[in-house]
């Protein structure tokens, strides 16, 4: 079962040292995908400090929401034990970041920028239970489909996407580094019904 909780900062604004360091770990575990999008700048060297700025970047922008993803299963051991919480909290899986307004005005769906389970956690279901959660999020706050962008050169991340029921509408470079996208649409059916096949 995944537990999903929005990243708060402390007052100041930082992300505390314990979370940083999960989340820092989290990044670190996807080199494979930080290597195909160029997000920093040695994927296999990740630091505190990068993962900080680019989480400080996204959370200027009040429209978007940073979504941590956690296993509360007892037995997990889905995570890394050096970045473990000291509260006992249950391990980091995930992350989804999400943006409720695209700055196109013609756009009205929002989007989700990022989805990433932590490398150690693949394969076991968290991905497609942690978009299940952000759809459901976005469904209660009456919204009636979702976007993304998933990056050419990641197969991998279409072939999930799809599996899920997206459906490509468009391809298009990325805002941030003008990166060739492929993007990615789903209708949000209202609560107890049943999407159509």
Partial sequence: MLLLETLRTAEDGTIPGPLLAELTALHASNRAFYTLSGDFPDPDDIRPEQVDAALALELANPDVEILLARDAAPDSASHHDDTRPLDGAPPLVGIAITLAHHPDPADPDPWIGLLLVDAAAQRRGHGRRLAALVETR????????????????????????????????AHRADRQRGRPCTVLRKPLAPEGTTPPA
């Fill in 138 to 169: 976005l469904r209660q706050a009456g919204r009636t489909a979702v976007r993304l962008a998933a990056l050419d050169n990641n197969p991998g991340a279409l072939a999930f996407w799809t599996s899920l029921g997206y459906e490509i509408i």
